[in-house]
């Protein structure tokens, strides 16, 4: 059974369009459950209707003419409630609906099961027999695996079908669902990154001159052609006889027509030789695939492996020249920060990413530098996109693709009211953030890329609260070194003089990788990272805390800070080996090296814990509420299928954060928030009743919360924690806020997404 659910979902996952994908799901369903008929529905998002979308069973006519409304026939009931429906006798039940002339008088035995991708009902699953009597289980629950594999490749074929109506001249005005990952709209052409040497990953480009790039493509069929041959020299006398056919077995594959002609047909065709590559293998892998002999079914690897070689020697050697948009959105697969790398960041307009989360760090990146980002866009089809325009909803969390003159209008008006609020709010840049009632909040400001710090003067911010100091490490192929780490802070930290800037240590793992110091974990949100990293490898922390040390010189602004903290030994391992980096660089010199003040990330529930030990031993405490939310309620940040659970008012949180603040009382120790939850109005009104006097916020953000806070009574922003206090939901809570932010006439904000 599993080897023909496989054998299913390959075929789906790899039919042209919908209309085929889901004649297939029909016919072989109906086959592997042995019914008299069975059919998919399909919800029209337009009309909301049920459709009849394919049948095996039902007259061919009825297809596309059976429409039902949401509450209307048996298939109906099964969307709505969106669970299974065994039926004995169809006919015979109340929310029966028979259609003339459809076939369907015969049946009786009637179950249907709800298609769902990713929390959305797509339609449903039927199967039908003319005994009157119920399916049975070992049926049902076939059916319901059934459907639950289906849907994903429904999903999918639903999306490359928009694209077809694309070529065919059409607007697609139904938007691609995602996350909001940073606000804003942003119109632009689709730029694709994609990783290396992956031929799934390869995007459709159209090349000017298809005659160079075959020659391009037969030069690297040639140079595998040769290291073929190098490699069964080197093995030829270890090899077995068996393994010495797989290099004959490519040699045939590349001297047959079936890569190589199949490839420069496509070129021909104006498709650049990675895609037309990617294509030849798919067709052919497929071919394989759905053969029933074991040994030709082996060999689809082989074929892929080929096809990867030659890709590697294709991105090896220079390509067609790439036109970068002048207003480009970048789209990916998994948009990590390392994708800002190289880019002409001036002409990125937003950002699309298929994963991830509103809580990821290319996310965050994207808010740093005032862009939209939409993450988690699992249905768009990535190899289709390039070169199409986009529109980037980061309020909504969806994407456009080459939508109608209309949708454009609606969002650059949209648009326009953003820059509006940013013009208003711009007389606010040389205020202080104080409350009616003379109470101060210190403003700071998030950054870890150069580019920021323009924003960061021009947004009026009190300094930098969180300098994530693994972007520049990420930027390089190899670690920087002492001198250039110095360099590099030397100049943040005079760009800001006198006012503080907080240097994080590297904190790699989880979602952020060097491209040299590669870590490759299950589970690598538990795993080795932050401070974990660092004290295990001395000799990396050193240098960075010998060059943060040089860097303050004469200066004196200068806070480091841990991330990653999860015991007070950490702490301690940390501090003797600041003090050591200290000793010995004023013993290097006679030069004054003032001794940073140093603080802890508590972002960990242990850390929440030991808050008061933590704080006994620092200078201070900043609480970085991503992570924390993440462990808490245990939602991976950058997993999209859980995103809707990830929720910074979630109540378990401001008890810690209320737990952090009496640890740090006690010591006299101050406590920010460097999360992304300070940057959001309604959540920064909480924190401020909460007691928190310093927020470090992305500097587009700034001058929204210093809005808030210069609207507000201290006074108010206490009573309201105590007005939430006994709310059970992180929704209930955030209504209740953003009612608060109504009240006191900042509307606006909330209706620009925030
Ligand atoms: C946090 O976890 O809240 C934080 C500020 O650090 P990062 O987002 O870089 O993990
Ligand atoms: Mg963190």
Redesign the pocket.
């Known amino acids: 059974m599993l080897e023909a659910l496989r054998k299913l979902s390959e075929e789906v996952s790899s039919a042209e369009n919908l209309d085929r994908a889901l004649r297939l799901i029909v016919r072989r369903v109906r086959e592997v459950i042995g019914a008299d008929a069975c059919s998919v529905y399909l919800i029209d998002p337009a009309t909301n209707e049920r459709v009849l979308m394919a049948t095996e069973g039902l007259r061919a006519d009825a297809v596309g003419r059976v429409r039902l409304r949401p509450d209307e026939g048996l298939v109906g009931l099964v969307c709505s409630r969106a669970e299974p429906m065994n039926v004995e006798d169809a006919p015979g039940h109340p929310a029966y609906r028979f259609f003339p002339k459809i076939g369907e008088e015969a049946f009786h035995g009637f179950l249907g099961v709800p298609l769902i991708h990713q929390g959305r009902t797509l339609g449903a699953l039927v199967v039908q027999q003319k005994e009157r009597r119920r399916f049975t289980e070992d049926e049902e629950t076939l059916l319901i695996t059934l459907a639950a594999q289906l849907a994903a490749a429904i999903a999918h074929a639903e999306a490359v079908t928009g694209f077809e109506r694309l070529a065919r001249g059409h607007h697609h005005d139904r938007p691609f669902p995602g996350i909001s990952g940073a606000p804003g709209v942003a119109v632009g052409t689709a730029m694709v990154v994609y990783p290396p040497f992956n031929l799934a990953a390869v995007p459709d480009r159209a090349v000017d001159d298809p005659e160079v790039e075959v020659r391009r493509f037969l030069a690297a069929v040639e140079r595998v052609r040769q290291d073929i041959d190098r490699l069964e020299a080197r093995f030829d006398r270890d090899l077995p006889q068996a393994d010495r056919a797989l290099f004959e077995a490519y040699r045939l594959m590349l001297d047959s027509d079936s890569i190589v002609g199949g490839t420069i047909t496509r070129i021909d065709l104006g498709q650049w030789a990675p895609a037309a590559l990617r294509d030849t293998v798919e067709e052919h892998s497929r071919a394989f695939r759905l053969m029933d002999d074991p040994y030709l079914r082996e060999r689809v690897e082989d074929m892929r492996d080929l096809g990867r070689r030659i890709l590697e020697r294709l991105e090896t050697q220079p390509g067609p020249p790439v036109h970068f948009p002048e207003a480009a959105v970048l789209v990916g697969d998994s948009l990590g920060p390392a994708a800002f790398i190289d880019l002409p960041l001036e002409r990125v307009r937003a950002l699309v990413s298929r994963q991830g989360s509103g809580s990821s760090?290319a996310a965050?990146l994207a808010r740093a530098l005032g862009i939209p980002a939409v993450m988690g866009v699992s249905d768009l089809p990535l190899a289709k996109v390039e070169g199409k325009t986009l529109v980037v909803d980061g309020y909504e969390g969806r994407v456009f693709v080459d939508p109608s003159p209309a949708i454009r209008e609606q969002f650059q008006r949209l648009s326009d009211e953003e820059h509006e609020l940013r013009a208003e709010l711009e007389p606010l840049r040389d205020l202080p953030a104080v409350t009616h009632d003379g109470h101060r909040i210190t403003l700071l400001a998030n950054a870890g890329l150069r580019s920021e710090l323009e924003p960061i003067r021009d947004n009026g911010a009190d300094g930098i609260g969180?300098y994530?100091t693994e972007f520049p490490f990420m930027m390089r192929d190899r670690f920087p070194g002492e001198g250039e780490q110095t360099k590099l802070y030397r100049r943040i930290l005079q760009h800001c003089a006198p006012a503080p800037v907080t240097l994080r240590t590297l904190?790699i793992g989880?979602d952020k990788s060097l491209p040299y110091f590669p870590i490759h974990e299950d589970n690598p949100f538990l795993g080795w990272r932050g401070l974990r990293v660092s004290l295990d490898h001395p000799e990396i922390f050193m240098v960075q805390i010998r060059a943060m040390v040089r860097a303050n010189a004469g200066l004196g602004n200068l806070h480091i800070l841990l991330?990653m903290v999860t015991t007070p030994a950490e702490v301690d391992e940390a501090l003797h080996l600041i003090g050591r980096a200290h000793r010995e660089l004023q013993e290097e010199t006679d030069e004054e090296l003032p001794l940073p003040r140093l603080g802890a990330?508590i972002?960990v529930p242990s850390a929440v814990s030991s808050a008061a030990a933590i704080a006994r031993r620092v200078d201070f405490l900043s609480i970085?509420?991503?992570?924390?939310v993440q462990y808490l309620l245990a939602v991976d940040r950058n997993n999209h299928r859980v995103a809707k659970l990830y929720d910074a008012l979630h109540p378990a949180v401001i008890e810690a954060i209320e737990r952090v603040l009496h640890a740090g009382a006690r010591y006299g120790k101050p406590v920010s928030v460097?999360?992304?939850m300070a940057s959001d109005p309604a959540a920064a009104l909480l924190l401020v009743g909460l007691g928190l006097n310093t927020l470090s916020v992305n500097p587009i953000d700034i001058p929204r919360i210093k809005w808030v806070v210069r609207n507000l009574e201290y006074r108010q922003a206490r009573e309201l924690v105590e007005a939430v206090r006994d709310l059970e939901e992180a929704h209930q809570i955030r209504r209740h806020l953003e009612g608060e932010i109504e009240r006191l006439g900042l509307g606006v904000l909330l209706r620009a997404g925030k």
Do not use: A, K, V
Not at 624 to 628: A, Q, R
């Open positions: 760090h965050i969180l994530r904190d989880g991330p990330m972002e970085g509420t991503n992570d924390l460097c999360g992304e």
